[in-house]
């Protein structure tokens, strides 16, 4: 077995190659949650069920504000609200196949959808610049709850943690996107310079 030295002592780096046969030889029912998980599965999936909950709402509120978008000037906000929610859409996908890899069942359920999501759905009946405020909202909560994932699942589950850095990114692109909207349409810049 090899070592490496870590803060000053030596840690197993690498099992030799008859302990890994043996190890994934046991419990072939966890399916990719191998003995070396470093984390609590069942809270990693609670946590992942929160995300895919905020994802869906996600989903549907960029979808709503796609269809219900009016005005002079919206059909390029209005392509902007779908391809969000396209873009939304693969992270539900992403968050859910995790979520069966960690032996969950992802939990799609429109029952009580909203209050296991940190978004909200929002109102319907909103304006141009109303619906874009809503949706930069949204995504500023979106990427404080996917930080704080990403800081809890570190190096417990780097699996996981990378999947939610991807989506991270995304959000923050989301909301970049939704600001550059906000400032068109207001005529002034949010960001300090």
Known sequence: MATTK????ATPFL???KTLRERARKNLAKGAVTDNYGGDVKKSIDLLQGAL???IVCVLRYTMHAVAASGIDSDAVKQEFQEHADEEREHMMQIAERINQL???????????????ASEYGASELNLVEMIKENLVAERIAIEHYRELV???????????????????????????MHD????????PFLAN
């Open 53 to 55: 909950a905020t994802e």
């Open 181 to 188: 909207l906000l400032v068109s349409r207001e005529g002034k």
């Open 151 to 177: 800081r809890y699942f570190a190096d417990n589950d780097p699996t996981t943690r990378n999947m939610l850095v991807h989506i991270l990114a995304v959000e923050e692109e989301h909301a970049n996107d």
């Open 15 to 17: 099992s030799d190659i």
């Open 103 to 117: 032996g969950g069942k992802p939990n799609m359920d429109p029952r009580g959808l909203e209050s296991r999501s």
């Open 6 to 9: 870590t803060n000053n002592h």
